[in-house]
């Protein structure tokens, strides 16, 4: 038992040099926002039935959410459920909500002890009215939180999203409290669902899928895209570091181009 106590303290003094090594490294992105992909194939790959990935992908949704708290990540989005996900059998969409409210029973506190702000994005009517009394609840409990917010993109797509953002801002100008030289980029993000988050700084994706699958179209334009062929429920806190040290190692330019001093004499 001692021994065990030892191990673990070790592997938690070790994860703790990571995150330090990462801090000093350079920026931990603000903005992290995961494709958890993979599940079913994670599951198949085991002989076991897709369900069974479903809920081992529950397991890096908490290592996932803690270690980014751990190391300054300020908004965390993770994209549980698409708007193309209602096309699946309706036995593995009702497994998917019965999970969703398990999970949430079962973590919710542990976010609040973690100063943890649960968050979602997405067309919530369309969810059982379980999980939306668990999501109310959640969200309202851990509503003053202030450490991250944990995103949680339900029901959701980026067409959607834009689609739900032109619908208000048509309705505002017929009211005539917008007019179309209000329309600039700035209100389009605004009426968003994720007007209140900066955009994603890096965007992850598991299992190798070398698609956004409809995720945060807009909010996408300049995040840097990291791919890894792990499962989700593989995914767990040193691959996240992976990808944290590949965001560290890119030039974001945003379409500008470094600044040296010869270019900044230069007339050209
Ligand atoms: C991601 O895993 C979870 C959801 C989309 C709900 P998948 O269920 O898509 O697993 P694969 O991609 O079929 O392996
Ligand atoms: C994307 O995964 C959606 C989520 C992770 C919730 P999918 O498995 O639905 O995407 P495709 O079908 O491979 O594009
Ligand atoms: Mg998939």
């Keep these: 038992m ?4 030892i191990s673990t303290d070790n592997s938690r003094t070790e994860d703790q040099q990571k995150q330090l090594q990462l801090q000093k490294s350079g920026k931990i992105p603000r903005h992290i926002a995961v494709i958890m992909d993979g599940n079913g194939r994670w599951a198949r790959n085991r002989g076991s039935v897709r369900i069974m990935g479903h809920k081992a992908g529950v397991d890096s949704v908490r290592d996932i959410t803690e270690a980014c708290a751990e190391i300054g990540v300020k908004h965390l989005t993770l994209y549980a459920f698409s708007t193309e996900n209602w096309g699946r059998p309706k036995g593995e969409i009702s497994a998917l909500m019965k999970l969703l409210v398990q999970s949430l029973r079962s973590e919710t506190r542990k976010l609040d002890e973690n100063d943890i ?5 997405g067309e919530l009517d369309r969810l059982p009215p379980t999980c939306r009394q668990e999501l109310e609840y959640a969200k309202e409990l851990t509503s003053g939180n202030q450490r991250m917010e944990l995103c949680l993109a339900l ?30 980029q700035d209100a389009i993000s605004r009426h968003l669902a994720t007007s209140r988050m900066p955009d994603p700084d890096l965007i992850v994706r598991t299992s190798g899928e070398l698609r956004l699958s409809n995720f945060l179209l807009w909010q996408a334009a300049y995040s840097e895209l990291y791919v890894t062929d ?18 560290q190692q890119r030039e974001r330019r945003f379409g500008k181009i470094p600044v040296t001093p010869e270019l900044e004499e230069s007339t050209i």
Aim: charged letters at 30%.
């Design 2 to 5: 001692k021994e065990e106590g």
């Design 117 to 121: 702000r649960l968050s979602t994005i």
């Design 155 to 184: 029901s959701y797509s980026g067409r959607w999203d834009l689609n739900q953002a032109m619908n208000s801002i048509a309705q505002k100008v017929k009211n005539g409290d917008l007019g179309p030289e209000d329309i600039t």
């Design 230 to 247: 792990t499962f989700w429920p593989d995914f767990r806190r040193d691959e996240l570091y992976k990808a944290i040290d590949s965001f």
